[in-house]
């Protein structure tokens, strides 16, 4: 049996109707650029993430960089990151001209290892940047801890979590700002790219929506230098039709989620750890085994989708090797990209597609 990694041909015949006629209403409008429907998608994410502001951005990515820069971060700053991450986390740090400091992961959560953060503190940190992986977000509370303590802002790279909780409380409402990704592979995609930023602060909510327009307001006055970095209505559209069905569908990842669970218990398959702190939303369903690479060219041989997120740390990028680190250095985050595999997970999988992909890898284990 043939089973994708992703299947977004399945989620949007459940919805066509709907987001063919909100997209028609924005071409019927005209409104190409902003408007009610941008409006109406940042006020509903910023109330899901419990959050007072919003900002529709143009990708996940803009969203981390409008928040660096709309705190005018740059030269001479440092901040402190993961090198287990998508590239953009680390990148927009680079693209501002600031030093990306690298701390090891927790291996159970491959998040950002609170433990970690205070020793890589010096004068010219200015935040931290957790990133909540796969859908868990980071240990929040020694985080902010250390960034009270050291006035650090913290930036939630919240591209794979959205709606996601840490004690109760929603993946980028507990640090400074928080970042979303629309990427179509998230629990809640665009038809193309977009992003969001949220916040509870009125000062940095008014600099982002600036900064999102080239720094501009009133038009063609120009207070910074800023970007592009507007979310397109046609997008937020189709995420309005989606943005309701997000917790039934990220309730489904975690059924299929525990399904394998108990289908790889007793197995050499290491199962994801979901803290007791947290409610993952399983934007990727990640597994460890012994002798991964085999294992995926077993799988794409079985037509059986997987993917490694990620296999390369950033401090092993050849873009970042100017900051000098070495293979080593982050032993965790390296073990991880050795071991590390996602297996489908998306809401519309079956049992028996979960039970061909369960065989066929517990028959390479065996
Ligand atoms: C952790 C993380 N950060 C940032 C991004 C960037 O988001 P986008 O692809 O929407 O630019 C992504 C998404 O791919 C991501 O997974």
């Known amino acids: 049996m043939e089973v994708p990694l992703l299947d977004l041909k399945g989620q949007y015949a459940t919805i066509r109707e709907q987001v063919m006629k909100a997209v028609a209403e924005v071409l019927e409008s005209q409104v190409c650029i902003g408007g009610p429907k941008v409006a109406e998608l940042e006020k509903q994410v910023a109330a899901v993430s419990n959050c007072e502001y919003a900002v529709g951005v143009s990708s996940g990515t803009d969203a981390i960089l409008n928040c660096l820069m709309s705190m005018e971060i740059g030269p001479k700053d440092e901040i402190i990151t993961t090198p287990f991450t998508f590239f953009a986390t680390v990148g927009c740090i680079a693209r501002v001209g600031a030093k990306p400091v690298l701390i090891d992961i927790d291996p159970r959560t491959y998040n950002i290892d609170p433990n970690l953060i205070e020793a890589a503190v010096t004068k010219r940190t200015r935040a931290i940047m957790p990133v909540h992986l796969y859908g868990q977000m980071a240990d929040m509370d020694p985080i902010m801890e250390v960034a009270r303590r050291r006035k650090l802002a913290v930036i939630e790279d919240a591209a794979q979590s959205i709606t996601s909780t840490y004690k109760g409380r929603k993946a980028g409402s507990i640090g400074t700002a928080g970042c979303f990704s629309f990427f179509p592979s998230k629990n809640i995609g665009g038809i193309g790219d977009g992003g969001m930023v949220v916040t509870n602060d009125e000062t940095l909510f008014k600099r982002l929506m600036m900064m999102r327009n080239h720094g501009s307001e009133p038009k063609y006055y120009h207070k910074y230098v800023g970007g592009n970095f507007r979310l397109d209505p046609v997008q937020a559209a189709a995420l309005l039709v989606k943005l309701p069905h997000l917790d039934d569908w990220s309730e489904a990842r975690r059924r299929n989620a525990a399904y394998y669970n108990k289908r790889f218990a007793g197995t050499a398959v290491q199962t994801p750890w979901i803290s007791p702190d947290c409610k993952t939303i399983y934007n990727q369903y990640c597994i460890r085994v012994p ?29 970042f090797a100017y900051l000098g680190y070495k293979r080593g250095d982050f032993p965790e985050a390296e073990r991880a990209a050795g071991e590390i595999l996602a297996l489908p997970i998306y809401p519309e999988l079956t049992r028996p597609m979960q039970d061909a992909v369960v065989e066929t890898i517990i028959g390479f284990l065996r």
């Open 291 to 319: 002798r991964r690479d085999e294992l995926v060219a077993h799988l794409k041989a079985a037509k059986i989708g997987c993917e490694i997120y990620y296999p390369v740390p950033a401090h092993m990028q050849e873009c």
